[in-house]
């Protein structure tokens, strides 16, 4: 696997801790062994706005950006966002997702509609992927803040990345006193 | 040192460090504002410090250069235009410690209000330019700048671009360069007072050090040819070197570590050998119009766009005429998820109560320019940092009296303390009839709150004196000068009202912190509810555009507003839009 680059797309909503998730996941493929790059926008995309942050990785790895329509896997944290951002994935793609949903403002003014059913059609479309309730799952962790490492759990299912390197990367960047729910969370993901 | 994975602005931090930079200043600026948190934060050996604007940073930067030290300065794209001043002139001075300018460019308007290509700066002031391609790069490019700069007696620029800034790559830290020599007075007039005879001569010295760096950069590891196999070349630099391999992996590259001046000799020989050569450039065509003037054929722009940025597929898209690869696309038209102010942003109600107002609102850069959007749309213009005060002072200018008092300026206390003061004193001076909001934040929100002269705390986080911004008003001349809370709708409205009728200057400073502010000013308030027997579906807090205020059209029987207890923040603005007391206060637990 290790000659062919891998791209991971993540999605959501500016303020859902997106950039901090890519960093986690960057530092585990980077503990993985591989080269990696991630690319993102930061200042205007942060103020409640859609966030795309692109995680790469393979032996060597170019663009920092994932070439039009080749991400392998879209990790996305809020739905309407997964969906939107469908088009970049490849066709035998997989879509990693949480159940959430935020409303625009365009609905949240009742002028536009917060579409229906995207699960169902996001699986219809990439039939391997997972709509997760995370949320759920991490309040059974014992803390609603460990949502985003209950989808890291869910990803790295699709992933060939060792337990152990999901497990140093955790203990790097998690702080102690949060660490114990945030291993719980994950590996609640990593059954979902 | 091991292996790491930095960001091109960390990466940036981390070269200023190894080059053994004494003086670091900048304002920030997206994408450059980082490199200089990093620098406050991992390297406090370098004293660090925001400035109130690019042309006093750079200013910094020359003097600490003139002691004797290594000294950077970094800035967003439009920031040269504030700095340009001192930098033209710096080019003719040269250094005694090094100094380099990193300049983040933002192709694509992620976060800009225009998309200006740096590397004509390079050209116009006659400084060298480095253009890193990845993180590693940008470390290791911003250390040779600093030799390069003490090396050929000029300030050096460093080009990065949102993708380099903002992307993460693997970096290989290396250790800092040690012995530097001591700062110290050294008086040289000849070379640092430019009065005309002295810098009709330092003109000769920068033609002939241009020249010279041409000729030294052929021979240097930073510009490369990597061999690839057929007739097909290409000319790359910065990131769409990335986008060049990605696209064209059997082509022949020469890729250039440095974009001004450049090697044309490197360049002649490079083509020779190919029979189809490709400049991949981002935004203006400023390699392809040299190489083609040395009577090189070369495609450039005809394939590819000089607006916004490039991608890989874009690339392709170009060179091989063929479909940008789309995959499922969602049939129904999707909501958009424009960026907004944060649940209980105290510019909301000032924007709320503006366009009741039908002002005229003169605008300017920072959180607030989002008053633009619906459904708030109360700004009519914005230009750059600083404008809106002389933009409503000529406006009203030229409009009858009535008329007239419909303009107000509006502009943050970071932007103000940047460039606005000027245009106030223009105002007083010359008899401006506009009305002047500061919405005094207490910070520089947009670009990640950052401290500035009026927060009273420095770069570091050390206390330091706060500009009292009142007095600042009063001292040029303004006469009426008013403080208000933004959270008290009527009181601000009629406020602004009664100040839009004076035919004299008037300054308002809507005071109250930003929601995210650091030093946690703010004390969050229990969130608000909407009661459902005292909803009437007027949708009137719908038209603040809160992120907390959601409209559910299945409540009740017309539908109801409903609140986001998660982020709501109990500012209790809605309250006040409420005509029927439906909003109330959660009760704490």
Not at chain 1, 22 to 29: Q, T
Not at chain 2, 78 to 86: E, F, L, T
Not at chain 2, 145 to 165: G, K, L, Y
Not at chain 2, 351 to 372: H, M, P, Q, S, W
Request: glycine fraction near 8%; hydrophobic fraction near 40%; include cysteine.
């Amino acid at each position: 696997m290790k000659n062919k680059v891998q791209n991971i797309l993540l999605v959501g909503v500016g303020g859902q801790g997106i950039l901090l998730a890519s960093e986690i996941l960057s530092e585990v493929l980077m503990l993985g062994g591989y080269d990696v790059k991630k690319a993102e926008v930061h200042g205007m995309a942060q103020r409640g706005g859609s966030v795309v942050s692109h995680v790469r990785y393979g032996e060597k790895v170019y663009s920092p950006i994932i070439p039009e329509g080749e991400a392998d896997i879209l990790f996305g944290f809020e739905l309407l966002e997964s969906y939107r951002y469908l088009p970049l994935l490849k066709k035998d793609g997989q879509v990693v997702a949480s159940d959430l949903q935020i409303v625009p403002p365009g609905v949240a003014l009742g002028k536009e509609n917060y579409p229906e059913d995207i699960p169902d059609k996001i699986r219809a479309a990439f039939p391997r992927s997972r709509i997760v309730n995370a949320m759920a799952l991490a309040q059974q962790a014992g803390n609603m803040r460990t949502v985003n490492t209950v989808l890291l759990g869910a990803l790295s299912n699709m992933m060939e990345i060792s337990a152990e390197a999901w497990n140093q990367a955790m203990h790097n960047r998690v702080p102690a006193k949060f660490l114990d729910e945030n291993l719980k969370a994950f590996a609640l993901g990593r059954q979902a | 040192m091991d292996k790491t994975i930095l960001s091109g602005n960390e990466a940036f931090a981390r070269g200023a460090f190894e080059a053994g930079v004494k003086v670091a200043s900048a304002y920030p600026g997206t994408p450059s504002t980082e490199i200089l948190e990093n620098i406050a934060h991992h390297y406090p050996s370098i004293d660090s410090s925001w400035a109130p604007n690019e042309k006093v940073s750079l200013e910094v930067a020359i003097g600490a250069c003139f002691g004797g030290a290594r000294a950077l300065c970094t800035m967003k794209h439009v920031g040269v235009n504030v700095a340009a001043d001192p930098l033209f002139t710096l080019s003719y001075t040269g250094v005694r410690g090094g100094l380099v300018l990193i300049v983040a460019d933002d192709p694509e308007l992620h976060s800009s209000q225009n998309e200006q290509d740096s590397r004509h700066y390079a050209r116009f002031a006659k400084v060298p330019m480095f253009e890193p391609s990845d993180s590693e790069e940008a470390r290791a490019f911003t250390r040779l700048a600093f030799e390069a700069s003490e090396q050929f007696d000029t300030p050096v620029m460093v080009r990065s671009t949102t993708r380099i800034s903002h992307s993460k790559s693997i970096v290989y830290p290396q250790a800092p360069v040690e012995n530097l020599p001591a700062p110290s007075l050294v008086r040289d007039p000849a070379k640092l007072v430019m009065l005309p005879g002295n810098a009709r001569k330092r003109h000769y010295f920068v033609e002939e050090r241009l020249a010279n760096m041409a000729e030294w950069s052929c021979s240097q590891s930073f510009n490369r040819i990597e061999e690839g196999r057929g007739d097909v070349g290409v000319i790359t630099a910065g990131v769409a070197y990335q986008y060049a391999k990605e696209v064209l992996p059997e082509a022949h590259v020469l890729k250039l570590g440095l974009v001004h001046p450049l090697p044309k000799q490197l360049i002649r020989e490079f083509a020779a050998r190919c029979k189809t050569l490709y400049v991949i450039e981002e935004l203006d065509p400023f390699i392809e119009e040299q190489v083609r003037a040395m009577g090189i054929e070369v495609h450039g722009k005809d394939l590819l766009s000089v607006c916004g940025e490039l991608t890989p597929g874009r690339v392709a898209a170009g060179l091989f005429k063929q479909e940008i690869p789309e995959g499922f696309t969602p049939t129904e038209t999707l909501p958009q998820r424009p960026p907004n102010m944060c649940p209980g942003c105290p510019h909301r109600g000032v924007f709320y109560e503006l366009n009741r107002l039908k002002a005229y609102v003169t605008g300017d850069i920072g959180c607030y320019t989002l008053g633009f959007m619906p459904p708030l749309s109360a700004m009519d213009t914005c230009v750059c940092m600083g404008a809106s005060i002389g933009n409503a002072t000529g406006i009203s200018k030229v409009l009858p009296p009535e008329e007239q008092k419909k303009v107000v300026a509006v502009i943050g206390d970071s932007t103000f303390l940047h460039t606005g003061i000027n245009g106030l004193i223009d105002m007083v001076y010359n008899g401006s009839t506009a009305t002047l909001i500061i919405l005094d934040n207490s910070t520089t929100g947009m670009t990640g709150r950052q401290d500035h002269p009026g927060t009273g705390y420095s770069l570091k986080g050390d206390p330091s004196y706060q500009v009292d911004l009142e007095g600042l008003c009063r001292s040029v001349g303004v006469k009426h000068v008013y403080t208000i809370d933004p959270y008290g709708l009527e009181e601000t409205r009629e406020l602004i009202k009664r100040e839009m009728e004076r035919p004299e200057v008037s300054v308002i400073i809507t005071r109250r912190a930003c929601m995210l502010h650091k030093r946690d000013l703010i004390q969050r308030k229990p969130p608000l509810f909407v009661d459902a027997d005292k909803c009437t579906a007027c949708k009137a807090c719908l038209k603040l555009g809160c992120p907390a205020i959601k409209w559910n059209p299945t409540a009740g029987t017309k539908g109801q507003a409903e609140i986001d207890k998660l982020i709501c923040v109990g500012c209790e603005v809605c309250m006040q839009v409420c005509k029927f007391g439906a909003f109330g206060v959660c009760d704490e637990k």
